[in-house]
Each structure stands twice: as C-alpha cells, then as structure tokens.
C-alpha cells in the first residue's frame, strides 16, 4: 500500500516536471534563479517584521537578496536579525517608513502580523516598491480593496504569502487535474483548517523594554500588553522546556480578532485558497451568494466584538457552508483532516501539504497531464525546481519581468473575501447574504459595518 502510494506520488511529480517549463524545471544549470539576478545584480530588500515567518522567508530567498534595511518594532529583534541576515551592515529602524524613503531598496518584504498588513503595503506601492507580503493580505475586507486599486494604479507587482500555490507537486497537480477536467463539474471543496487554541486569563503585563507597544498596536484599537508564561516542564530525555508563552503580541496574536481571524484567516488563507482556485479552474467565477454554519468561541461576544477582552477570543470550532450560484457548495470546517476534499461529477481528490490522493490521481499512471497543463495553471510562469524557494522566486521573476505572480492580490482578495465573510459570521452568529459584484453584505447594516474598521488615531494610511 505504503509503496503504491509512493508511486502515485512520484508519477503526480513526473507528470508536474514534464509538464512544466522545462528549461528552468529540469537544467540545473539554467535555474530560475539566474534568471532572477546574477550574482553581481542581486535584490536588494527592506524588511518589515522580523519575526518568525520573516527567518524561514529569508532563509529560502537568501541565494537572490541582500537584506540591506530591517525594521521591527521590538529593538531586540531587529538587531537579532540584521546579525543573522546581514552579519550586522542592515541599517535597523523601528519605524518601516524609513526604509520606504530609501532610493537603495528594491523591494519589501512584509511579514509583520495581520493588523499591520494593508498599511505598509500600500505606502510601499506608493513609493514604488514590489511588496512580498505576508498571508492574510488583510484584515479586513475593505482593506481588500483598497490594496486592489492602489496596485491597478501604481502598477507594482505585489506577491502574497500563499506558498501552497507554488508547491509542486501536489497543489499545482492537483489544480491541474481541475483545470484538465478529470474531476468533471465540481459540487462542493471543502477546507479543513484545524481549530484556533483558547487560553486561560492572561494577565496585564509590563512592556518588554525593547518592544514599542504602542507602534506594535498601531492601526488596532489601544489595549493593555498581556503576557503569562508556565513554569519550564521537563520531558522524557530530562530537557528542561519552557511552555509557549500565551499573550496578545509576538506570534499568538492570531487568536485575537483585534489583530487577526483566528484559523479562519491564518490557514484559511492557504486552504480556502487552494479551494477557491479549483472553482475558478473549474468555471465558477461568479459569488459565493451566501454564508453560514456554526461556530464557538472561548468567550461570549456582543454587537461583535468579544465581552470579555482578557484571553483568546477567535473561533476554537465551526462549520461554515458557502453557496455558489449553481448548486456548488464550499464548506469550511476545523474538524477533519487537515486539507482540501475537491468532489467533482467524475472523481474526489484530497490534498494538503503531504499528499495528493484520489481517483484521478491514481488514473495519471493510464494517462499523463498532457504537456503544459501544470504550466497552465501556473499562469505559463517558470517553475522554479527547487520547491520550497519557489514562491520567493516566482515573485523575483514576476518582479523583474513586470509579470503578475502566481499569488496576485486579485485572486488573493476574492478568497481571503471568504473566509474574512466567515468572520464575521461567526462574530455575529448568523448566516449573511453576500453580494459579490458590489462586495456588499445583503441587508445588514451591522454585519457590513464590519466589513473594515477605523484606524488608530496616528495610524492612518498616508496616501502621499
Ligand atoms: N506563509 C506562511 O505559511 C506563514 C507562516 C507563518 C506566519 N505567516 C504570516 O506572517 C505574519 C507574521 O507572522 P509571524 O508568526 O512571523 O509573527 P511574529 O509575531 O513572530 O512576527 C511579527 C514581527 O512583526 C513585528 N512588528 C509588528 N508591528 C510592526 C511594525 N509596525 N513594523 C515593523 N515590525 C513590526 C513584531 O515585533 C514581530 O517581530 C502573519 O501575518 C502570519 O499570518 C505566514
């Protein structure tokens, strides 16, 4: 069993390769990454936010950029990475608005946490940077489209975060096997995504001396710096572990609505993503019209927004069906195994970050993707062979080339528009009905009062 699956997989990576570009696929010596730049013409990059995504980020673009800027809000880490990036030559700020005034900076990377997505990216647009910018793109749907006209009007080229759709081969495959119709008219995707955790009370804290709090918070509403942490445990090999620490700043903010959308967002954005791209593979262009399920929080919520502000207050269980026009159906749940089940007339796949399995799978050994069906879905951008540096140079090339990346703000905001609607749905505890040419919720004022949120005073976006 274990060895026929193994099969499946490595015919799914042939029938990928071959269907690829092959120069950049197969020759070593003709990589993507010479296309990129040389050696003596490398990238020069700002970062914003150098925390933990920022580190994996870096460590796979490092063949192409030079970091030559670094900003984070927390002194200690900013100075931790210009070591670690740069050998200590970055010049560090905790203020991202001075690397956008450097003529020296080729492009951004923003990684910072979601409530501080749609600000730098738009003021990097409008100093005319390329922006690698993090998943969620945003907050907030209207947050959507305001980074959507902003890059129709300055033209940068502007990567989101979504890796899953530079993965090869099991993603791209299977969005191939969509786009090929060997899975016929699909009837429902479904993104499982797992479950945010809850904590217990979180105390007030006192600010760390290297972090600037109130910049942390930024565009979000004023709050009191939260941190506890558990006594070090020890395992089984007599290793001291320090448990992770519970708060509302450094890596946990996902589980609070005021900087982030809990799973909903944070793995929403790579699965409902993957699912949304096989609809639109497959034809549905048009919606969602609606949606609704159930959902429960660790903590009551009025008009919205949590009672209780002193723990994590995002989703810890739902399940959200989304209606498209025609009888199809997405659902959204945390509960199963974690990936997305693609149901079509002719044949069910299922996908996540360790397989690709399914009748229409096991059926490629009969009978390949034909040549250039996985470029196809790949927007006929070179592959990059090398899997986990793919996106990183996908949005090097797109940047250099004028290109839009596989990852465009476009498609980006139309799934992220799901799953922010899930939000918001389980916020309120009710179904919504959504109007997708006008991205207008259907006779709620108070749910479409959510569809953004004022800014901070002093936090506003400078349009220049
Ligand atoms: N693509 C992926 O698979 C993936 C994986 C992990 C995280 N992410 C995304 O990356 C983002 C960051 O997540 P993380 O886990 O690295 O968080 P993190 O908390 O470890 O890092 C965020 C960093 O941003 C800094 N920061 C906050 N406000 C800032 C500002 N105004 N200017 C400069 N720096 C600022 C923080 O001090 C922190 O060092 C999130 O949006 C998350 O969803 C994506």
């Not at 120069?23 to 013409?41: I, N, V, W």
């Not at 797992?194 to 009370?201: I, L, N």
């Not at 609809?279 to 009025?302: E, R």
């Not at 690709?356 to 009969?366: F, M, N, Q, Y």
């Amino acid at each position: 069993m274990q060895d026929s699956r193994r099969g499946f997989l490595s015919s799914c990576a042939t029938a990928a390769a071959a269907a690829a570009v092959t120069p950049y696929f197969f020759s070593k010596a003709h990589t993507l990454a010479d296309e990129t730049k040389s050696a003596t013409d490398r990238v020069a990059l700002g970062l914003i936010g150098a925390g933990s995504i920022a580190q994996a980020n870096i460590g796979v673009a490092k063949d192409w950029i030079d970091v030559v800027a670094i900003a984070d809000v927390d002194a200690g880490r900013a100075a931790k990475s210009n070591e670690r990036y740069s050998q200590g030559k970055a010049a560090v700020y905790d203020d991202y608005r001075k690397i956008l005034e450097r003529k020296d900076v080729d492009v951004i990377h923003v990684a910072t946490p979601d409530h501080w997505h749609t600000k730098p990216v738009v003021e990097a647009m409008l100093a005319g940077k390329d922006v690698y910018c993090e998943k969620p793109l945003t907050l907030t749907i209207d947050e959507g489209k305001l980074i959507r006209r902003i890059q129709q009007e300055t033209g940068r080229i502007v990567q989101v975060g979504t890796q899953q759709r530079s993965t090869f081969p099991l993603f791209v495959t299977a969005m191939a096997l969509v786009a090929e119709g060997r899975l016929g008219r699909i009837k429902r995707v479904q993104a499982a995504i797992g479950a945010a955790p809850s904590s217990p009370s979180i105390p007030v804290a006192s600010v760390p001396g290297e972090l600037n709090w109130d910049r942390w918070l930024g565009p979000a509403p004023a709050a009191e710096y939260r941190f506890f942490q558990g006594p070090a445990v020890v395992d089984k090999e007599g290793k001291e572990k320090r448990p992770q620490p519970n708060t509302n700043c450094h890596y946990e903010f996902r589980w609070w609505y005021e900087y982030s959308g809990g799973k909903l967002t944070d793995w929403g954005a790579h699965h409902v993503d993957i699912a949304t791209w096989a609809l639109l593979l497959n034809g549905q262009t048009a919606g969602p019209l609606s949606i609704g399920g159930t959902s429960k929080h660790p903590v009551a919520f009025k008009d919205g927004l949590p009672v209780e502000r002193d723990r994590y207050n995002t989703a810890t269980e739902f399940l959200f069906t989304v209606d498209f026009p025609g009888g199809t159906q997405m659902v959204i749940r945390n509960d199963t195994d974690n990936g997305i089940l693609i149901e079509g007339e002719k044949g069910t796949i299922f996908v996540n970050r360790g397989k690709l399995t399914g009748g229409p799978v096991e059926a490629l050994k009969d009978d390949p993707l034909p040549e250039g069906a996985v470029a196809k879905v790949y927007k006929n951008l070179p592959i990059e062979e090398n899997e986990r540096k793919a996106h990183w140079a996908n949005f090097l090339y797109c940047a250099k080339n004028r290109l839009e990346p596989i990852s465009d703000v476009h498609s980006h905001m139309k799934m992220l528009n799901i799953c922010h609607l899930a939000g918001i749905s389980a916020r309120l505890g009710r179904s919504l009905k959504w109007d997708a040419a006008a991205e207008q919720i259907v006779g709620d004022e108070q749910a479409n009062s959510m569809l953004g949120r004022p800014y901070r005073a002093g936090y506003e976006i400078e349009m220049g």
